[in-house]
């Protein structure tokens, strides 16, 4: 009997999630039900891919950059890579505050539903305020750079919050056994392969348990969800994210696969569907990374050493979904409390969200920190994020699945930015 494809297997588990919730909100325990019973089996999925996301980033990325010519193919996939990741984030936030501006949807919610979710979420919301103004009073100008050096590299991989920390490390560590005789690194080589071997073998072992984790996340999310009279009242906002994000992720990097990447944008988008329906169940670019890799590897058919260089990085600091909601969310808050914001604040919007989106941690949630900086940015009480929190996790559910289409979209074009026409060919035949 043929085996079911992962994305299928996914889907299931999604639509099981679904049903199972509706179901069980509509009897009295059912929620308790699946927070006492569901929801454990969702967690330790989660943890199980947080548990392999720092040993794949060191093994793989070191190996990648190893298994680079010399320094200056790495600095010039490196200055490739990053400028690539700029220019889509930035063209992220303006889509967002294209649409924001043009459908106003801060003008479609009730002033009952406005002081109801203030008072809903005011004291959560509090709480994320609080922790943003805290990181932000002892940060100076270059804290951003001090806290890429890590003091303690096995500190830094105590916390997956480090990720650019680790990969600082992994990077120098490649940087120095590229610019070493072969003969000296040979044996470590081979250690970094059998280890490169191993984190595979666990995430394929791991994706056997991936259908039933997305199945426990799915139920929990519907049976935890506010009322839907909260999401009527947000239905607009939500709709301006959700179609921001769909004309990035389907209009944008589409233009790019076919002219840049020389891909049919469906078979791209076919190749990353596993990575994309785990990221939205999981909300983690960071827990998704080692599926987002297979299917670079094994769909995309990218070369490793660029997907061990370019995704890795890609999960830290690419945040395209991420930026875009802010843009949106961050000009929402302001209509709804009747701000006109200037041009000057519009632009700074988009340098804010592009600056903190550089080493935000790739997990769920950490949208909602940034979004305190962006608003604090433009004189916006932060308190008004109370007013998009009901819709906040299905949305950052998107979001992490724009940020890995993104990060496989820049991948493929630095391949393809390096691969001759004959090996071309040969892959799109494979």
């Known amino acids: 009997m043929k085996k079911i494809a992962l994305h299928w297997q996914i889907l299931i588990g999604i639509v099981g999630g679904i049903l199972l919730g509706l179901l069980c909100i509509q009897f009295t325990g059912g929620k308790d039900f699946i927070i006492d019973w569901i929801k454990p089996f969702g967690t330790i999925f989660i943890n199980l891919l947080k548990l392999i996301a720092i040993p794949l980033i060191i093994v793989s990325l070191i190996k990648g950059v190893s298994d680079l010519k010399d320094t200056t193919q790495l600095s010039g996939l490196g200055l490739r890579t990053f400028g690539m990741y700029i220019l889509t984030t930035v063209i992220a936030v303006t889509i967002g505050l294209g649409l924001v501006n043009l459908i106003q949807p801060g003008s479609f919610i009730s002033e009952d539903t406005r002081q109801e979710m203030l008072r809903s979420f005011g004291g959560e919301v509090q709480e994320k305020v609080d922790e943003a103004a805290e990181v932000q009073q002892t940060r100076g100008p270059l804290q951003a750079l001090i806290d890429i050096v890590p003091e303690n590299i096995f500190d830094s991989m105590s916390v997956n919050s480090n990720m650019l920390q680790i990969i600082f490390f992994s990077l120098l560590v490649g940087v120095a056994m590229i610019s070493l005789p072969f003969g000296e690194i040979k044996a470590f080589k081979k250690v970094l392969d059998a280890g490169n071997a191993i984190v595979l073998k666990i995430v394929d072992l791991m994706m056997l348990f991936a259908p039933y984790g997305v199945f426990a996340l799915i139920a929990t999310l519907i049976a935890e969800a506010p009322s839907f009279d909260v999401f009527k009242a947000l239905g607009m906002y939500a709709f301006t994210v959700v179609l921001g994000l769909l004309l990035l992720v389907y209009g944008v990097y589409s233009l790019f696969v076919y002219f840049f990447g020389r891909m049919n944008p469906f078979r791209f988008f076919k190749a990353i569907l596993p990575a994309q329906l785990l990221g939205f169940s999981t909300s983690s670019s960071a827990a998704t990374l080692p599926v987002t890799m297979e299917c670079a590897e094994e769909n995309l058919h990218i070369r490793k050493d660029v997907l061990s260089f370019v995704l890795p990085i890609g999960a830290t600091i690419n945040m395209d979904g991420t930026c875009l909601y802010q843009g949106v969310a961050a000009v929402f808050i302001a209509q709804v409390m009747g701000h006109d914001l200037t041009t000057a604040q519009q632009l700074s919007i988009i340098l804010t969200a592009t600056l903190a989106s ?73």
């Open 358 to 430: 550089i080493g935000a941690a790739a997990v769920p949630g950490a949208g909602i920190l940034m979004l305190v900086i962006v608003l604090e940015s433009i004189g916006i009480s932060p308190a008004g994020i109370a007013l998009i929190f009901a819709v906040d996790r299905p949305l950052d559910m998107l979001r992490t699945a724009t940020n890995i289409s993104g990060d496989s979209m820049v991948a493929l074009l630095m391949d393809r930015s390096g691969t001759g026409r004959a090996e071309l060919a040969e892959n799109d035949g494979a």
